[in-house]
């Protein structure tokens, strides 16, 4: 009987996440492509490097869905791990970005003080364009899997911050947080049990679309050759290494361009109908 | 007067502000290397005199407060330094590639504003109808597309396959300069149109916003034209909103910019940035950098000044 009680509130909340029509598409796109991605040994018809030089630049087919490259190499199940790669650096980056915006905007938003240089320290990283901080970061820290993912971090910061910092001077001045501190409850604890809490769901929206920009921008970067090393299979890489055969072989661009374009496009429905669902102001608009 | 000329000090204070965080945040991000960025940049094959002698000529022997001093003295005379590579002032490496990249970007953003405008306003004034719900699912389509994607597939259809526009280059400094804006076409369209999605979304929403208004009903009450109640009472009010968002755009085409001009090989601004990063032409990328940011912390304070021009409520 407690057990039901006390689910009742998740079923409820998560059938009306669902309802939105916008989240629910973005959900199961994105859980498929995750799906795709963990359970990739299992999917994948042939080992992502498994070279076969008699099947080079082959046109999709039954036995190839996508095609192969020109190593041989099957497209679709190069797909299928690049997805794992991808997923994984921009899931690195919503992390580093999550924890410095988070600590960057709630110092803003909550101490008066620091608000003024956390702001214009904020304004200027937002003056650089995204690939561009983060290429010139990489080219500092040296082209790594990490580094791709810290300087991604770094460059999507400001855009949580900018958020929470909003979230946290609404905050600060209501009634229950001034209660909390009358009440003499030292500062980290009023910060981390109402403060933080309380922003969740703006953080959660602006992390989903940070998600889906990390995405398109890891698959920038390493379209460029300045992301992570072309051995290693990602959208962005596949379609670096397939672009001097785009002409007699399509496929090598069309399937990981997709791949990209649908998962980003998931994630993008998913912010939107998350965002609609904490502010019902917008989804009327909508 | 007295109050806006107070505002316009303090915004333009608060702009230099910026200006000299961007100076500062550009200056870390290079010393930030692991290890020594001479040694780094000349490789394993380099003698100790070789990383001492690029150590010096790039200032890095200095106490950081000194480098610090040299950096802004450099910049406040117009020195951004020296190309290791090119072996002349980045001043003119960037000049030299500032044309294609000027273009690319100015078309772009005309394409995007010729695609958000019109469909923005018309799909807020339809809302719910099928064009609507169209014009909604595109913009989040175009929005997930990488726009270097998008001008490889246009290589493919309207250069390769039809040969209507060339598939890479620039042409010359001798090369007309018409030919040389055809070059542009198929990066400015992928640019433009992955950019214009979210001007329509923001002019659809600030349409909305407007279109609920007391002195839309009002106008439309006294009997205003449909053309004129939308055109000069909707759309002027929504007008703030759209400007910040095709100001903010910028950032995003010059971001873009990076990328396309290397997918169609155009020897502008991006594709020196990229093959500096891949020499590790440090003075080049802080250079770029620099030009970038001052460049967009420049545009939206034209934004800002242009408020005024567009609703006189705004005060500075």
């Known amino acids: 009987m407690i ?14 996440l669902f309802r939105n029509r916008a989240i629910l598409l973005g959900a199961i796109v994105l859980a498929l492509v995750v799906l795709a991605a963990i359970l990739a040994p299992l999917i994948a018809p042939y080992a992502p490097n498994k070279l076969s030089i008699v099947n080079k630049l082959k046109g999709p087919s039954l036995t190839h869905l996508f095609g192969t490259d020109e190593f041989g190499r099957d497209i679709f199940s190069r797909a299928i791990y690049a997805g794992r790669i991808s997923l994984l650096v ?40 995204d690939i ?44 229950y947080i001034e209660a909390a501190v009358a009440m003499g409850l030292p500062t980290w604890q009023v910060l981390m049990r109402h403060v933080l809490l309380n922003l969740a769901s703006p953080i959660l929206v602006q992390a989903t679309f940070v998600f889906a920009s990390a995405m398109l921008a890891e698959a920038s970067l390493s379209f460029l050759g300045v992301g992570v090393s072309s051995d290693m299979p990602t959208w962005g890489t596949m379609l670096a290494s397939g672009r001097e055969f785009m002409n007699n072989a399509p496929w090598l661009m069309i399937f990981p361009g997709l791949a990209i374009v649908l998962s980003v496009l998931s994630l993008q429905l998913l912010g939107d109908g998350l965002r609609d669902l904490v502010d019902p102001r917008l989804a009327k608009e909508s | 007067m007295a109050r806006i000329s107070w505002g316009l000090l303090h915004r333009l204070g608060g702009m230099l502000i910026v200006l000299a965080l961007v100076v500062t945040v550009v200056f870390i991000i290079v010393r930030v290397t692991p290890g020594d960025p001479a040694a780094v940049m000349l490789g394993s094959d380099a003698t100790p005199e070789d990383i001492a002698q690029l150590r010096s000529r790039m200032g890095l022997d200095a106490p950081l407060i000194v480098q610090y001093g040299q950096f802004v003295g450099g910049i406040l005379r117009g020195d951004l330094g020296q190309s290791i590579f090119l072996n002349h002032p980045v001043t003119q490496a960037l000049a030299a590639r500032a044309e294609p990249t000027f273009f690319l ?48 597939m246009l290589i ?84 703030i909103p759209i400007i910040t968002v095709i100001g903010l755009s910028v950032a995003m085409l010059v971001a873009g910019a990076v990328v396309t001009e290397t997918v169609f090989g155009l020897p502008g601004v991006g594709n020196l940035v990229v093959s500096a990063v891949l020499r590790r032409d440090y003075p080049v990328i802080q250079g770029t950098l620099l030009v970038v940011a001052a460049i967009y912390v420049l545009i939206n304070f034209i934004v800002d000044m242009l408020y005024i021009l567009v609703d006189p409520r705004v005060r500075l």
């Open chain 2, 156 to 239: 493919q259809v309207f250069a390769v396959g039809t040969g209507w526009f060339p598939a890479s280059g620039y042409g010359g400094p001798d090369t007309p300069f018409l030919e040389r804006l055809h070059h542009l076409v198929l990066p400015a369209v992928a640019l433009g149109v992955v950019n214009s999605a979210l001007i329509t979304r923001f002019t659809r929403a600030a349409m909305l916003d407007v279109l609920g208004e007391d002195y839309v009903r009002t106008a439309r009450a006294k009997g205003a034209n449909e053309r004129r109640v939308i055109l000069k009472h909707a759309l002027k009010n929504a007008l």
């Open chain 2, 105 to 152: 970007t100015l078309f772009s953003i005309l394409i995007a504003v010729a695609i958000a405008l019109p469909v923005g306003v018309l799909s807020a004034v339809r809302r719910g109808t099928l064009f609507d719900q169209i014009v909604v699912t595109l913009t989040m389509v175009a929005a997930s597309v990488p726009s270097f994607w998008l001008g490889l």
């Open chain 1, 90 to 129: 921009s899931l690195g980056v919503v992390f580093i970005s999550t924890v410095l915006g988070v600590i960057m905007g709630v110092a803003a938003g909550y101490f008066r003080q620091l608000d003024a240089p956390i702001s214009r320290l904020l304004d200027a990283m937002m003056s650089f364009p």
């Open chain 1, 3 to 16: 057990a039901a009680s006390t689910t009742m509130p998740v079923v409820a909340g998560l059938r009306r």
């Open chain 1, 132 to 175: 561009l901080l983060a290429i010139a970061l990489v080219a500092a820290l040296g082209p790594s899997l990490a580094t791709v993912i810290i300087a991604l971090g770094i460059t999507y910061a400001p855009r949580l911050a900018r958020i929470v910092r909003g979230s946290t001077l609404v905050l600060r001045e209501l009634p």
